[in-house]
């Protein structure tokens, strides 16, 4: 199966959002403890555009099912050439390969981005993306210990990092 993804609209937000949302309850994906509204996201979503840090969206049977996004690390101008990469699925997405394409893809376009190093915050008991990021080449960068709690349980953080080839 051929990957298709496109850049997101705002129209994709409130199906980026709801898949996002889906994730809160696992305490696998993200740190946020209650799910978010779309209004909250909408700096998030404009901080993104297809030139630099894109978020795409993948459609499946009529509806946005994935999405994945660029996304400044730090914010300071010197780390200009350094992205975050967040993938989310859908439910019924999830354990078909798609997160793996996307992640491919991801890769594949960083170069052409101006991104030579890309970074991957990951739970420490995610195991299921730690595979697919290490599978990919991304090595453990860093560890912040117990920094979240999550359902009173403290989880550590984990930095994957990979850096690319410049393109020509």
């Known amino acids: 199966m051929s990957l298709s993804y496109r850049d997101a609209?705002?129209?994709?937000?409130?199906?980026?959002?709801?898949?996002?949302?889906?994730t809160v309850p696992s305490r696998q994906v993200t740190a946020?403890?209650?799910?978010?509204?779309?209004?909250?996201?909408?700096?998030?979503?404009?901080?993104?555009?297809?030139?630099k840090r894109?978020?795409?969206?993948?459609?499946g049977e009529g509806r946005v099912i994935a999405w994945l996004s660029f996304s400044d690390f730090y914010g300071r101008p010197a780390y200009s050439h350094t992205a975050e990469v967040s993938i989310y699925l859908d439910?019924?997405?999830?354990?078909?390969?798609?997160?793996?394409q996307l992640l491919a893809a991801s890769l594949e376009a960083a170069p052409g981005l101006g991104i030579?190093?890309?970074?991957?915050?990951?739970?420490?008991?995610?195991?299921?993306?730690?595979?697919?990021?290490?599978?990919?080449?991304?090595?453990?960068?860093?560890?912040l210990p117990r920094v979240a709690v999550l359902d009173g349980v403290e989880r550590d953080l984990l930095i994957l990092g990979r850096r690319l080839e410049p393109s020509a």
């Open 116 to 143: 030579d190093t890309v970074l991957g915050f990951i739970f420490g008991h995610n195991e299921a993306s730690l595979r697919l990021f290490r599978s990919f080449g991304f090595g453990d960068w860093g560890t």
């Open 91 to 100: 439910e019924a997405a999830r354990g078909k390969g798609l997160g793996k």
């Open 9 to 22: 609209t705002l129209d994709d937000l409130p199906a980026i959002v709801a898949i996002y949302n889906s």
């Open 54 to 59: 894109p978020l795409w969206v993948v459609e």
């Open 32 to 51: 946020d403890l209650e799910p978010v509204s779309v209004e909250s996201r909408l700096a998030w979503f404009h901080a993104h555009g297809p030139a």
